[in-house]
Structure formats: structure tokens, C-alpha cells
């Protein structure tokens, strides 16, 4: 029993790893490949690095990102100590490596295509989720995130507002180095940035909320469904009115992932077709079998 539950976790934690190692990735060639190119400067220790590039030709872009993830790193240990995690410290690392690699293996002397605003969509949309993925899992590429635990933890202000503060003040350093379109295109997708990382993190835990009207028959046999074949909960009551038909009605309430919602639907459609239904998307359900803390 011990060796299975060691196994499971052993597998859990590999799967975990794999899927930050493809985010982080992701990540680091839209970055490589479209931001440093075009000169994009988005906030963070990309952007940074973009800006630093240009002032100093003689180390790259890629270089300074390395440089400046593995200073913070350090920094991060210091300061923060137990609350640095190690996913954040294994992203990072990744992060760093792999855009030198990048750089080593696919040297760029210009931008990929003629088009700046496709490029400037694509140089956010790939962080943009690789970022959300990890956020998910709960880590991050380090940078300017580092920055943030630092000045939460000595200052107590909230860590969202820290690192908009970061990256603002990164952002208008583009004013200094580049033309103006190089600015306005940094700023729209510093601006595009945010929305797309709040709407994958919100995809990514989207649930669905089932309200299910059937009979007392149906009932117990979609409860028993749920508990019993999708290994959810669900709430069950027996004592309901319809106010059209004055018979006695059973109402469940479920939350469900999608795949568990997809078949809790077929089994519904299969046990009691006239069963009157109501599924509500939502991101935010806290308590057993899914987010565990508020």
C-alpha cells in the first residue's frame, strides 16, 4: 500500500515537472524568437535584458537574461529563504539555459517575419500561457516575480501590485533606447500581457457547477454516479416541490472538472432525459478535490 502511494506521488511529481519544463519552454522561444528580435520590452527580466542588450551590443540579450535570473536567484535564496520554492528555482534555471541555448543554436540577425504586430502577438500569447501553466502549478520563471517576494516580505505590499510596479518602471525604460513605435508596441503588449495570463489561468481551472432537477428514483442513481464512478461529492435533496406539476422533486448540486462533467451529462441524458438541468462555469471553487485554501 505504502510502495503504491510513494509510486503515485513519485508519478505526480514527474508529470508536474514535465509540464513546467514544456510552459517554460513555451516561454522562453516566444521570447527568443519574437521579443528580443523586435525589441519588445513587456516588463520583466526579458524586457530588462532587451533594454540592456541594446545599450551594451558587446553581451546579448540572452546573456543578460542569465546573468540577471541567476543574480535574483541567489538574491531570492537569501532573503526569502523557506518561501522560495523549488519549482520557481527549476523554472528559472530552465528559463535562463534555454534561452542561451536557443541563442547558441539559432542565431537571429533580424526578426522572423515583416510583420511587427503579428510578431508583437505572438511574443505575448507563448509567455502568456507558459506563464499561466506555471502560475497553475505553483511556480514561475523566477525574475521580476523574485523582486516581488522580496519587497512583499519586507514591505507587506501586495505582490500583484509590486510586480505591476516592476515592470512598469522596466517598460518606460524603453522611452530611453528605442524609436517610438518599439515604445507603443512595448506598451500594448505589456497591456496584452496581463489579460492573456488571467484568462488562461481562468481556463485552465474553469469547473463546471451542476444543479440537477430529476426524481427521487434518478436521483439516487446519478448520485451514486458521481460518488461512486466520477469519485465526486455532490449534494443531494430529497424534498423539493414542482411548482407546475406539485410532485416531489430531487435536486443534486455537483462540482465537477470538464472531462467529469462531459460524462456526468451522457449519464444524465441515459438515466432520466427529462431531467432539467443547469451548469455553471466557474474558476473558483475551494474545498476537497480541488483548490484546498482560499
Known amino acids: 500500500m505504502l510502495k503504491a502511494e510513494a509510486s503515485e506521488k513519485i508519478s505526480k511529481i514527474l508529470n508536474e515537472y514535465l509540464v513546467m519544463t514544456f510552459a517554460t519552454l513555451l516561454t522562453s522561444a516566444g521570447i527568443y524568437f519574437f521579443k ?5 520590452n513587456t516588463g520583466g527580466v526579458s524586457g530588462l ?5 541594446a545599450v551594451s551590443p558587446e553581451l546579448s540579450a540572452g546573456t543578460f537574461v542569465f546573468i540577471i535570473n541567476m543574480a535574483l536567484l541567489l538574491i531570492g535564496f537569501v532573503f526569502v529563504g523557506n518561501g522560495f520554492g523549488l519549482k520557481t528555482a527549476y523554472c528559472s534555471i530552465l528559463f535562463s539555459v534555454s534561452t542561451l541555448a536557443f541563442e547558441y543554436w539559432f542565431p537571429l540577425s533580424g526578426p522572423l517575419t515583416s ?6 502577438v505572438i511574443s505575448v ?16 520563471n523566477g525574475g ?8 512583499r516580505k519586507y514591505t507587506g505590499l501586495n505582490i500583484s501590485r509590486a510586480l505591476v510596479c516592476a515592470d512598469i518602471v522596466i517598460v518606460l525604460m524603453s522611452v530611453f533606447v528605442f524609436n517610438t513605435e518599439i515604445v507603443l508596441m512595448s506598451l ?18 474553469t469547473s463546471k457547477f451542476f444543479t440537477i432537477i430529476t426524481d427521487g428514483e434518478h436521483g439516487e442513481e446519478i448520485a451514486s454516479y458521481i460518488t461512486h464512478k466520477l469519485h465526486k461529492s455532490a449534494t443531494v435533496n430529497n424534498d423539493y416541490e414542482g411548482a407546475f406539476t406539485n410532485t416531489r422533486r430531487t435536486v443534486i448540486l455537483a462540482a465537477l472538472t470538464r472531462s467529469q462533467a462531459l460524462a ?15 451548469i455553471n462555469n466557474t474558476s473558483d471553487i475551494i474545498g476537497r478535490g480541488f483548490r484546498e485554501s482560499i
Open 36 to 40: 528580443f528580435p523586435n525589441h519588445f
Open 49 to 53: 535584458s532587451v533594454v540592456l542588450g
Open 115 to 120: 510583420q511587427p504586430l503579428l510578431e508583437l
Open 125 to 140: 500569447l507563448l509567455p502568456g500561457i507558459g506563464s499561466a501553466i506555471l502560475f497553475n502549478y505553483g511556480a514561475s
Open 144 to 151: 521580476t516575480d523574485i523582486v516581488a517576494m522580496i519587497i
Open 188 to 205: 500594448l503588449g505589456f497591456g496584452a500581457k496581463a489579460l492573456v495570463v488571467n484568462n488562461v489561468i481562468e481556463s485552465l481551472n
Open 264 to 278: 456526468l451529462r451522457k449519464k444524465i441524458k441515459s438515466t432520466d432525459p427529462s431531467a432539467f438541468i443547469i
